[in-house]
């Protein structure tokens, strides 16, 4: 946007600047066009949201008005804030996220809590498909004398998950889900699979369509490729009484019941989020066979 009339540069204030770019972006459908502008001119300045919303009147340089209109550029071509900033929270952790990697989601942040309330000794921790490692990193908190390890087919996403392991507590291993661990070696594994269908897939916001990576999102016609090959290979490495946990949504649920049972699991759980839906998914692995599913 020209903030100049004629020759002359208008002053222009942090208020003002918000005020117009979420205005820009709304025009276009961005996603929480305020909330962008907000965090994206607060990542501008080197401050934080809260200091830039107690001084809105703060006249910005043109260095300043430069640098945010580049970065309002690039979230008016859909960008996730998240990319764009490099970082996102998740519990209490701020961690790197890149392409490479899905955004973690807030529903997600549901998992290590859930994990530790279903097997609260395991001493060896799993979480498949790692991505950005936001489920392995804080189920270290939970389980500080536990063996926790992260495993990823994608090489890119492993070098993101590394990177925000800065204290090294956790294993990351090259896998393709569970290919690369042995029989009995584990007594939880955890999983964010891909899990929508080919359906939901094609009616994504475009923020996500255009920028995060399909093979994260993507569970096939019936969102339930990933969970054919993840639950089977969990059996195989849970040690016997281990559990398996994994999100998904009430699209899949009944199916990922379905395979659970298959795959020789008992004690079937759905857990609803903190919004009510059945989103994650549970199973043991028997020490003695006691079938059921509780929801």
Excluded at 102 to 110: A, V
Excluded at 212 to 230: F, I, K
Excluded at 271 to 279: F, I, M, P, Q, V
Aim: aromatic letters at 6%; charged letters at 25%; one cysteine or more.
């Amino acid at each position: 946007m020209d903030w100049t009339v004629g020759t002359k540069r208008l002053d222009i204030s942090r208020g003002d600047w918000v005020r117009s770019a979420a205005s820009r972006l709304a025009e276009i459908r961005v996603e929480s066009p305020r909330l962008s502008a907000e965090l994206l001119l607060a990542f501008a300045l080197g401050v934080s949201r809260s200091q830039l919303l107690i001084h809105p009147d703060v006249v910005l340089t043109p260095d300043e008005i430069e640098i945010a209109e580049g970065l309002l550029a690039r979230r008016a071509r859909h960008e996730p804030v998240a990319y764009i900033l490099g970082f996102k929270e998740f519990r209490n952790l701020s961690l790197r996220v890149t392409p490479a990697v899905l955004i973690p989601r807030p529903e997600t942040e549901e998992i290590p809590d859930l994990a530790s309330s279903l097997q609260p000794s395991a001493r060896r921790i799993l979480d498949a498909g790692t991505g950005s490692g936001c489920i392995a990193l804080s189920l270290v908190e939970l389980y500080p004398e536990a063996r926790i390890l992260g495993c990823d087919v994608s090489g890119e996403a492993l070098g993101v998950s590394v990177a925000n392991d800065a204290r090294r507590r956790v294993g990351w291993v090259c896998s393709n889900w569970l290919e690369a661990f042995a029989e009995h070696s584990l007594d939880l594994v955890v999983s964010n699979p891909p899990y929508l269908t080919d359906e939901e897939m094609d009616s994504l916001d475009p923020q996500i369509a255009l920028h995060e990576p399909a093979g994260a999102l993507r569970g096939g016609v019936d969102g339930l490729d990933a969970y054919r090959t993840l639950l089977p290979q969990a059996y195989r490495c849970l040690s016997p009484g281990g559990q398996v946990l994994v999100e998904g949504s009430p699209t899949v649920a009944a199916g990922v019941v379905a395979l659970l049972g298959e795959a020789g699991f008992v004690g079937t759980q759905i857990h609803r989020d903190l919004a009510g839906k059945e989103r994650f998914l549970s199973g043991r692995r028997p020490s003695e066979r006691s079938p059921g599913v509780i929801r």
